[in-house]
């Protein structure tokens, strides 16, 4: 059973950083996504990276976030600079099954980190 643990949430101030961990056990990292779901909106799609590192990102967060691995740590990684009040909303990891571009009901979530952007 893969069990996905987000970490590095919180609250921040606009303009900040934070950089959020996703630690998976019981089978090693695949391809690797983060989402993000702000209250009253559905669940979207933050950044992507592949088992071969190739990475893909929302426009709205491209030059700010970066999506990294570490695949002797099982873990990846959002690094989130000059974060805006639009980015508040609880971000969640997903192991892909197969490729991070073909989604499938067999991949696996976190529980969710609450990330605030907020003076």
């Known amino acids: 059973q893969v069990q996905l643990v987000e970490s590095g949430g919180g609250l921040v101030q606009p303009g900040g950083s934070l950089r959020l961990s996703c630690a998976a056990s019981g089978s090693s990292i695949n391809a690797m996504g983060w989402y993000r779901q702000a209250p009253g909106k559905q669940r979207e799609l933050v950044a992507a990276?592949?088992?071969?590192?190739?990475?893909d990102y929302a426009d709205s967060v491209k030059g700010r976030f970066t999506i990294s691995r570490d695949n002797a740590k099982n873990t990846v990684y959002l690094q989130m600079n000059s974060l805006k009040p639009e980015d508040t909303a609880v971000y969640y990891c997903?192991?892909?099954?197969?490729?991070?571009?073909?989604?499938?009901?067999?991949?696996?979530w976190g529980q969710g980190t609450q990330v605030t952007v907020s003076s």
């Open positions: 990276i592949a088992s071969g590192g190739i990475t």
């Open positions: 997903r192991r892909y099954s197969g490729s991070y571009y073909d989604p499938r009901p067999s991949d696996y």
